[in-house]
């Protein structure tokens, strides 16, 4: 793919810093996009119609397009904000720990701060990972862990948000169509909100340590004889006659608890902006909420440059990254979803303009990768003591290519990465025991039976366990063997 290839881009007027190298760039997006508005509202991002901020609704009603919160710019100074972020570490008050309402006046949309839920969430470590950058080929790697959050993935980040939005709608019940890991997430935060969870996930495919999270959290957990887009389908049409509200990332208030995960990582940074963050998608819902983040960053004079968001979607799940390849500027050719990371099992994203937006104003990229290389990249972040889900493991295997490979888009060993891990090793442990023994295979599912038994993978990085006879010479053996082997 070039840029070439895909339709211009009107240039956005910066309130603040325009970048020149926009200027020249040809991407997908052909619209504006001014951050702050002068009242708190639901705003459209095509036709920029605004809806009440207290309006249940997913999408605009002029056009039907997807709404972002917009809000005024913070009265004060990007300096003052980041010291009060950074105070707030000390305190001792729940709201001022949370890792997400630790940045709450970017979420300016609750009225009292007696309306706000907290776990806590967020706080999540930037791990070095020496063995995952040489195996890129780049001098240094960081991965900022979101899987370090109380329910193991990034999704508590927007849940609570979305959470706290819902009480202050008064709902009663929640819902959502997921892979898992939304599915975890709203468990555990509507039942500590005391609203009903619903979730829908496919009958097929969810990993047993996802379901029997939702399971745990008192979730009424619908397996629906479909894929993920078919779930998301119904209960757009259901929510509304039900009046149950949604927390997919359709959701506006979700995104916007999603941005902290950015505005942490830059804190983390000393607000020195990397050069590239790297992250998966899936439903595009996080790398929408990191552009809006950085956009606001930006705008705040937070932001040393403009970190390229690279998208990595699995090849088998990549409508984004087939319409950024395609050229085609305005529509999204869904697919029918095939991977094994089923975090990212999806071929209708709700979310890909805003995260199409996001890939543009930052000069970004969107890219796939296949069932090998994920799985290699997975076994290596283990070898760092990291550990993450499949899906996470999309973004070393992009990087290690992109550093390789003589692609339009090249990564120098020099820039500084950062690439976001979603979810927790935990999160899908049948996995990785299939890769270390050598078993895993590209075995494709439709709803309910195995289509196609596919080629089995390479294990490069096998870490078999090895069954020894209970004595001491064979375990002094066994041992040896592997002490030998360090020299
Ligand atoms: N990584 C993990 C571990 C995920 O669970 C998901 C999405 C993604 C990446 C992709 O993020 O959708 O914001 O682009 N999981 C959703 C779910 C769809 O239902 O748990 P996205």
Not at 175 to 194: D, I, M
Not at 350 to 357: D, E, F, G, L, Q
Not at 422 to 451: A, C, M, W
Request: hydrophobic content about 40%.
């Amino acid at each position: 793919m070039t840029r070439d290839e895909i339709s211009p881009l009107a240039i956005d007027e910066h309130a603040s810093g325009s970048d020149e190298s926009n200027l020249s760039r040809r991407a997908m997006m052909t619209r504006p996009w001014h951050p702050w508005h002068s009242e708190r509202v639901l705003r459209c991002i095509t036709c920029q119609a605004v809806h009440p901020l207290r309006d249940v609704i997913y999408r605009c009603g002029s056009c039907g397009d997807l709404l972002d919160v917009a809000f005024p710019r913070p009265t004060e100074t990007g300096a003052a904000l980041a010291a009060t972020f950074r105070a707030r570490r000390m305190s001792d008050n729940p709201i001022d720990r949370s890792g997400v309402w630790r940045f709450r006046e970017l979420l300016p949309f609750y009225d009292n701060e007696a309306q706000i839920v907290t776990y806590p969430e967020g706080n999540t470590p930037l791990l070095e990972a020496p063995k995952s950058a040489g195996y890129a080929g780049l001098r240094r790697l960081r991965f900022k862990h979101l899987g370090f959050n109380p329910t193991g993935s990034f999704k508590d980040y927007g849940m609570v948000t979305g959470v706290t939005q819902a009480r202050i709608l008064g709902m009663r019940a929640v819902a959502c169509a997921s892979t898992g890991n939304t599915s975890a997430s709203l468990g555990a935060y509507a039942a500590r909100a005391g609203l009903l969870p619903i979730v829908l996930v496919p009958e097929t495919g969810v990993s047993f340590a996802k379901l029997s999270q939702s399971l745990d959290y008192g979730a009424l957990t619908l397996m629906v004889r479909g894929d993920f887009d078919v779930a998301q389908a119904l209960l757009r049409k259901l929510a509304p006659r039900l009046g149950i509200y949604i927390l997919n990332s359709v959701n506006p208030f979700r995104l916007e608890g999603q941005k902290t995960v950015m505005i942490e990582l830059l804190e983390q940074l000393g607000w020195e902006a990397p050069d590239r963050i790297v992250v998966p998608g899936g439903n595009l819902g996080n790398s929408s909420s990191f552009g809006k983040a950085l956009r606001e960053l930006h705008d705040l004079g937070l932001l040393s440059k403009r970190p390229r968001i690279t998208i990595v979607q699995a090849r088998g799940a990549a409508p984004l990254s087939e319409a950024y390849e395609g050229g085609h500027s305005e529509t999204l050719v869904r697919v029918h979803a095939r991977t094994l990371a089923t975090a990212i099992k999806i071929g209708s994203p709700v979310s890909w303009k805003k995260a199409a937006r996001a890939v543009d104003w930052s000069d970004g990229w969107v890219m796939s990768v296949s069932e090998q290389e994920i799985a290699d990249a997975k076994a290596v972040i283990g070898q760092d003591g990291i550990g993450c889900e499949p899906a996470s493991a999309t973004t070393l295997a992009a990087i290690r290519r992109l550093a390789s490979e003589g692609t339009d888009e090249r990564i120098d060993p020099d820039e500084t990465i950062v690439a976001i891990l979603t979810g927790n090793v935990l999160k899908d442990p049948d996995y990785t025991i299939r890769y270390h023994q050598s078993s895993l295979f590209e075995e494709f599912r439709s709803e309910t039976i195995v289509t196609d038994h596919g080629r089995g993978l390479t294990s490069q990085f096998a870490n078999p366990p090895v069954v020894v006879d209970a004595t001491e010479e064979a375990l002094m053996a066994v041992i040896q063997e592997r002490l030998d082997t360090i020299g």
